[in-house]
Structure formats: structure tokens, C-alpha cells
DNA sequence: ATTCGAAATGGAACCGGTTCCAAATAAGCG
DNA sequence: CGCTTATTTGGAACCGGTTCCATTTCGAAT
């Protein structure tokens, strides 16, 4: 029932001034004996500081951290390391969700600047002007996950080479009537790179043609595209999916339809997901490391905030994990 | 580059002082004419306030939301639903993350109630007494999620019914030596009555018995602990798991021994993951409808912040699907 | 035109912190 | 022990908003 105690509260309670409190709370200079008094006084009263009221403040020691959604498992996979990174070096986390919307994520950008944190993270779903004049106005460091940022510093999948492995794995395998599942170009990353990397590792083979059908990072979008695919007379032999979600909707049809994978159809996703072992068959996939590319992110996000240069673009590492969900075909 | 705008500057540029422009954001008194000029100047620079700098408001607009991790697939869901509803209502939503740590969940509420948020969301993971003593201080409406609170108001799953259709069912198709993966029973509602309803129902059919092993709500320990399980000479014949998730670990040992589901062990899980028709065989589980909770606890939180009554306990409905994973025995 | 109450406005104080600066205290040194 | 310098400290101003209250303006009624 007691009011909320503020800093007032504690100066007055250890007989010092507010100022003094402040500083002792930041490690600036404070006599031991005096630091001790305040300590326990602090202690006593479970004082807490009002995270948001240092509007002067040259740095709030908060990270703002704009997601897309939480329907992937690659975004809160990243989120709970990079969540966990940030509270171990005592920086607190402000998760912005802006729900798949384009706007939503310039205008978080706009309203985490206006709340100075100290850096942004955006896991951004593609970087367009918006987003790079949202980035110039704030002034402050802006680190993209996922999709290259050429005017500043991002952490990426290397999407292009990951899919060209895949390509050629496919190549190899003597897949020839391929269909790719995919998701929109606006998204640089997985739309573009990873789809140009599979398409030219499967030229490497003579298959220059890779028959896209548009669909979205949702589930229930991905079983819809899917079906009107196997809706066809003439089904592909092989089916790349842009990320085991969207392979997992093309399991469900072919489920359904009683088909058998790999030996109707080859299936591969991106991303390998926990559950992805456990699809019948196996899913054979492209496994992001999401440990590591969280905590070099947010190692890059903490040296970008303490002014320390980086480069400006890091490349998160990829596995192929073959799986049973490719036949050799010829 | 130029610098961010503040409540002074709008004034400014349209002549007025900064508490009407202040009034004018906030639907107080202003003139119609007054009005337009201040609009005009805020759409020209694009002006959005700083959501944190409302210290002495009565109203942030800022609702808090606790939650564990987002390791689930329950609590991404949740939450997606939980912010849309609430920006829907031009609400902010906070996100906190505590990692699944109960003393960080304290923390969270003292730090959300030192922010002044409107109201606090808690996807709690049990209901201690510092949970309940933080709550008074708080002074603001908390809302819990998922655990029941006894002292204020609360949205869960009706955990007992919902395992005891469960257990009702796994009697009636002739289980007899049952094991469960469960949680922990400091975790209330998933831990304490979702398994007494499995055991309540399995009792009806004269099975006394249900050979406990906890485990956590994570994929790799449920894997462990279903490997232990099933190193043993004699298996049981059904293993309920507290979560799809954990169900998830066991078809992963399960295929790994080359066991039959469910011709040598019927398994089942709760909570009804997208994934979880996809299994092979699909998996038979309890629905928990995570739109319709999401939609009911942001709903009861806006009233409870706007002062309206609501009654204490709101209670999800669920639903028991019935797929392939559980078989006819005897 | 005058009066009066309601609506609109500006100014000042405040929210809970941080930071700057000057004053007070402690420490170092000859 | 006195003087200089470095370290601590308190006080005031500030951050970007909101709110209270007194004052001005408006509009309608007399």
C-alpha cells in the first residue's frame, strides 16, 4: 500500500542529497562510508529507479528491440538469446512487436528514438527508405538482424550461399521439375538472396527453370498455396520451401493427399526448427544458428552503444542438414 | 539529422503554449480552429511524442505484459493476440521477458509498476506470495494469466476439466499403466490441476496409479527425461504429457527406438500446437484457444485499467482432439 | 451594450530521474 | 601545520511531457 519510493525518498531517508543518490547509482564518485549508507537504505526499502523517468539522461541503458511477430520460431528463438545476452551486461530489453507491418516498424524505430534508448535492434522484414530515414533522424546506433543495411551495420544470414548449397544438394540429386514455396522479394533476404542462391545452384545443374508461387510466413498461408500446387494435374518432383513453417504446410497437403515424401515429392525447408526431425520424414533443411547469431548481435549492438567501431557486416553461419525429405531421382 | 521534436517545439510553430498542445493530443478543450493549426504543424513535422515522458500522467497508455519466454508455441500465440488487441485500442504494449525466472517476474512487476503502466499482464508461472506482495504495492491493476490468483482477478484454463476429459478418455480406451511428463507443481495451474484432472478421470476407470516423472516445459529436458523413461525393461503402456511440447520429446525417442505410437505406447499432449497434426501419427491433445484467451485477458485488462468491474476468474474453454496417437487397448 | 457563465488558453509547478557547477571536505605535500 | 589539489557533495536547472489554476476570450442572454 505504500507509495512508490522515488529518489527523493531514498536521499532523504540516508540524509544526502539526490544528486548524490543518483551518482552512487550510476558508479559515479561517492565516498564508501556514504555509499554504504545508501546501499542500505536502498536494500531496506527494495528501491527500485523508474526506468524511464532519466529523460536527460545520457544513456537509459535500454535496448529496444522491434520484432516482426512471434509466430516463427526463428524470432523468438533469436529474441530469448538476445534478451538474455542484454540482461547479462545489466541493459534492459524493450520489446517493440509491430506484427508483420511495414509501418508499424518505422514508426517503433521513430517512437524507441523518441524514448532515447540507448540502440535499436530491428529484425527486420526488408529495409526500405522509410526505414533509412527513420534510422538517420535517430541519431543513435541502429542495428538490423537479417536483412543487409549498406548505409550502417547489420548481422545477416548468409541467405545467398546457404541457398546455393542447397541448390546444388538439390542439383545433384537429380531433382529436374522444381517448385519453390516462397515469400515475397520485398524481403531482401529470404525472398531474394536465398531464392537466387538456390536458383543458381540449381543452373549449375541445367535446371533453369524454378517455378515460384508467392505465399507468406504463415502457416495457414503456406497450406493454402500448397494446395492449390498439388491441386494440379502435374505435380513438381521437388519442393523448396523459404522456411521449414511454410514445408511444414506443404507436409500437411501431401499428407492429405496421401502422397509419399521423398518418393512423390522432395521436400526441404530453412531454418530447422526443433520439430523439424520429428516430420515424417525427417525434414532435410538449412539450419541457421540462432545462438550464435543472437549473441553476435547483441555483443555488435552493446560495442555500437559504447561507441566502440565494428564492422559493418557480420555473417551469421549455416549447415546443411540432410535429412530424409530428398530422394535421388534418375 | 534534425534533432527530435519535442511538445515545445509544436507549440512554437503554431503559436500556442505546450499545455494546449498537450490538452489538444489528448482530447481535452481546444478550439476547433486552434486545434487545426497544431494538427497541421504536427502532420508538417511528423511530430510523435515521448510515450515515457508522461511521469506525472494519470495515464501512460502503456500496459505491461510479464511473460516467461518464448520457448512455447503457447506464449508467442498469446502474446500476438494480447497486442493486437490492445493496439487495437491504442494501447502500448511493454513486453518483459524473465527467462523463466520467478525472481526476475518480480522484478518485472516492480519495474512496471515504477514506470507508471496503466495495468500489468502476467503470464505467470506460479503465484507466490512476493508475486501477491508485489501486486499490492503495485496499485494498479495486474491481471494474471494462465494461474489462478485468488486475491484479484485472473483469466485461466480450466486445467482440472480439461485433464479430466482427458483422463476420462485414456480410461475409457483402456490404459493401465500410465506415466506422465510433467512440470513442476509450483507451477499451479499446468503442474498441480491439469495433472490432478488426468489422474481424477483415469481414477473413474479404476486406475490408481500414474507414475509421475517431472521434467521441464523445455524440448531437450523432455527429451531426457523421456529417454530414462523408456531405457527402462517395462514401459508403460501411455504417456501423458503436460504439453504438446514434451509430447513432442517423446515421439523424438519414441522414433529413435523404433517404438510404435500408438501400437506400443499411446501417447498424448496438451495445448494443441499447429505442428502437432503434423506428427506422425498425429497427436491427440487438448485444444487451449489461445485467440479466445488472448482476446478475453486483453479485454479484462482494458476494463479493469478503465475502472470497470469484472469478475474475478474468467475461464477459457478447451477442447479434446482426437487423432492417432492413442490406441484401443484390451 | 452590458453582464455572466462556460470554454479556451497560458503560465507555473510537477513527475522522477540526471547533470552541471560551485562549495565543502578530504587528501597530499613541503 | 598551512597550502594546494583532488574528491565528494548539495543545489539548481533540465529532460518532455501533464495538470492545476488563474486569466482571457467567447457566446448567449438580458
New interface residues.
Partial sequence: ????LTIRDIAELSGVAKSTVSRYLNGGCVREETGRKIKKVIEAY?Y??????R?SAKNSRIIGLIVP???SIV???L??VI??YL?RYDYT?????T?NDLAEEI?SI??L???NVDGIMVLASSVTKSHEAAV??A?IPVLFLGQRYCQGTSVINDDYHAGLELGRYLGAKGASHVAGLWVSEQDLAVGRERKRGVQDGLKEFGIEEMEILETSFF?QDAVKTAESLFAREVWPDTVVCATDRIA?GV??VL?QKKARIPEDVSVTGFGDY??S????PPLTTIRLDLENWGEISAEIMLQMVQGKPVSKLQINSFALIERDSVAKRR
Avoid: S
Avoid at 527500485?48 to 523517468?53: G, H, I, K, R, Y
Avoid at 530489453?93 to 512487436?97: G, Q
Avoid at 526431425?277 to 515424417?280: D, M, S
Fill in positions: 500500500m505504500e507509495k512508490k527494495h527500485e529507479p523508474n526506468v524511464f523517468a529523460l511477430g512471434f509466430d524470432t523468438p528463438g529474441v530469448e534478451v538474455a540482461k530489453p524493450l520489446i517493440m512487436h506484427g514508426k521513430e517512437r528514438t523518441g524514448m538517420e533522424k541519431n502457416y511444414e507436409y500437411k499428407y526443433e520439430t526431425e520429428l516430420l515424417r
